[in-house]
């Protein structure tokens, strides 16, 4: 099963940084500035070669620890979870993929993703036994010292889009998809289920708003028909998701609710370890 492990220490050995997805056009432009300039032969190029480049910087300089989600936040499932069990994880968590280990999270096997496990068993009931065995994929295993360009010219070599952190004992030390290492150089990706993009936030119920947190804190005050919500002093906090690093002071993890004196609620929906990303923002009858 590709890196194929026993225990965490067969993931300390995988954890290599060798050099050795899906050929996409864009990430082959991250690692090489010339290929930018290619000529176009194909639908997909031309669609490619307009996406922003971001700070390519970050490809041969950050590393894995200082992107990676933390161990306390990974969501993972035991290889004898139940289907019924696993459906309700994918549901709640929001994620497309999980990893799976077995007795502990240090004896990562393998991930499973969301759509393998719709086409094989359905979710409205299957005939067919599952087996997590049969469903779930290879995962990476990367030290945290790896640089995240090395990590995603792997992934888009080997078409394993999820990796394990292994820290020098041989544990889980945090978890990287495809997603969060194109996003770390090109800036958020917005997809399907993210809030569309040019709309900032909508109303989900009276008096209840899921925001991007790079939404206008003014324009927010006053759609909320509120005072300033961040001191006067604070002038460089325009956005909300400003507003809520400058009231906890760090970034929240997600799930975390941070209340503000004026009697509105900010929960995180979305956030990494690097920067909020989506907020539900519930305004109290308090304050004003």
Same mark, same amino acid.
């Given at each position: 099963?590709g890196?194929?492990i026993?225990?965490?220490?067969?993931?300390?050995?995988?954890?290599?940084p060798?050099?050795?997805?899906?050929?996409?056009g864009?990430?082959?432009?991250?690692?090489?500035s010339?290929?930018?300039?290619?000529?176009?032969?194909?639908?997909?190029?031309?669609?490619?070669?307009?996406?922003?480049?971001g700070?390519?910087?970050?490809?041969n300089?950050?590393r894995?620890?200082?992107?990676?989600?933390?161990?306390?936040?990974?969501?993972?499932?035991a290889?004898?979870?139940?289907?019924t069990?696993?459906?309700?994880v994918?549901?709640?968590?929001g994620y497309?993929?999980?990893p799976v280990?077995?007795d502990?999270?240090?004896?990562?096997?393998g991930?499973?993703?969301?759509?393998?496990?719709?086409?094989k068993?359905?979710?409205n009931?299957?005939?067919?036994?599952?087996?997590?065995?049969?469903?779930?994929?290879?995962?990476?295993?990367a030290?945290?010292?790896?640089?995240?360009?090395?990590?995603?010219?792997?992934?888009?070599? /080997?078409?394993?889009?999820? +990796?394990?952190?292994? *820290? &020098?004992y041989?544990?889980?030390? $945090?978890? !990287?998809?495809i997603?969060?290492l194109v996003?770390?150089?090109?800036?958020?990706?917005?997809?399907?289920?993210?809030?569309?993009?040019?709309?900032?936030?909508?109303?989900?119920?009276?008096?209840?708003?899921?925001?991007q947190?790079r939404?206008?804190?003014?324009?927010?005050?006053?759609?909320? /028909?509120?005072?300033?919500? +961040?001191?006067?002093? *604070? &002038?460089?906090v325009?956005?909300? $998701?400003? !507003?809520?690093?400058?009231?906890?002071?760090?970034v929240?993890?997600?799930?975390?609710?941070?209340?503000?004196?004026?009697?509105?609620?900010?929960?995180v929906?979305?956030?990494?370890?690097?920067?909020?990303k989506r907020?539900r923002?519930?305004?109290?009858?308090?304050?004003?």
């Amino acid at each position: 099963m590709g890196d194929n492990i026993e225990g965490s220490s067969g993931a300390a050995q995988s954890a290599q940084p060798d050099v050795k997805g899906q050929a996409d056009g864009f990430i082959r432009r991250l690692f090489s500035s010339t290929k930018i300039h290619a000529t176009v032969e194909t639908p997909e190029m031309v669609k490619t070669s307009s996406l922003p480049t971001g700070d390519l910087g970050n490809l041969n300089s950050m590393r894995l620890e200082d992107v990676a989600i933390p161990r306390a936040d990974i969501t993972s499932v035991a290889e004898d979870i139940s289907l019924t069990d696993l459906v309700a994880v994918f549901k709640n968590s929001g994620y497309s993929r999980l990893p799976v280990f077995k007795d502990q999270l240090d004896n990562p096997v393998g991930f499973i993703h969301l759509k393998d496990l719709a086409l094989k068993y359905g979710f409205n009931g299957s005939k067919i036994k599952f087996s997590m065995q049969d469903t779930m994929r290879p995962l990476l295993y990367a030290p945290p010292s790896m640089t995240i360009g090395v990590l995603l010219q792997k992934m888009q070599t /080997d078409r394993i889009h999820m +990796a394990l952190v292994i *820290d &020098e004992y041989g544990g889980v030390d $945090g978890l !990287l998809t495809i997603e969060d290492l194109v996003e770390t150089v090109l800036g958020e990706i917005i997809d399907e289920h993210d809030t569309e993009e040019g709309v900032m936030w909508f109303e989900e119920a009276p008096g209840v708003y899921l925001a991007q947190s790079r939404a206008s804190l003014t324009e927010f005050e006053a759609v909320l /028909d509120i005072g300033p919500l +961040a001191d006067t002093d *604070d &002038e460089e906090v325009d956005t909300l $998701g400003g !507003l809520v690093f400058m009231l906890t002071g760090r970034v929240p993890a997600k799930g975390e609710i941070v209340l503000h004196p004026k009697g509105v609620e900010f929960e995180v929906v979305d956030a990494d370890p690097r920067r909020i990303k989506r907020l539900r923002v519930t305004r109290d009858s308090v304050g004003g």
